[in-house]
């Protein structure tokens, strides 16, 4: 499986495990529903409930675990659980730096 549900605070991200970073800032629930249903279309909808059950069971931890050897970061920069929060949920300058949104729209399409 390339992307992962992950959950960081009240925000869902679908990260990519082959690039180590999120392919789209976090999303409340309801954005993240409406967003999963356009990346995914109609068919792909019958997995949303599970993966957001598991995000949900799995919670900080298991994005923790996801997140570890993140390359979400400037010029692929590993970035700490708080500052990946920072700047994909919360979408705050971190370190003098935040994900441009061509950078998260690249990432989706890889």
Same mark, same amino acid.
């Given at each position: 499986m390339s992307r992962r549900t992950i959950k960081m605070g009240e925000y869902y991200i679908e990260y990519s495990t082959i690039q $180590?970073?999120?392919?789209? @800032? %976090? =999303?409340? =629930?309801?954005? /993240?529903?409406?967003w999963y249903a356009e990346e995914y279309g109609r068919a792909g909808m019958s997995n949303f409930d599970i993966d957001v059950l598991i995000a949900d069971r799995g919670?900080? %931890?298991?994005?923790? $675990?996801?997140? *570890?050897?993140?390359?979400? %970061? $400037?010029r692929g920069s590993r970035l700490t @659980? $708080?500052? =990946? /929060? *920072?700047a994909y949920c919360l979408r705050e300058i971190v370190d003098g730096w935040t994900p441009a949104s061509s950078e998260i729209r690249w990432r989706a399409q890889s």
């Open positions: $180590d970073a999120p392919v789209e @800032y %976090g =999303l409340k =629930l309801e954005d /993240y529903r409406k919670g900080e %931890g298991m994005a923790r $675990d996801i997140i *570890r050897n993140n390359c979400a %970061g $400037d @659980y $708080d500052k =990946l /929060y *920072r």
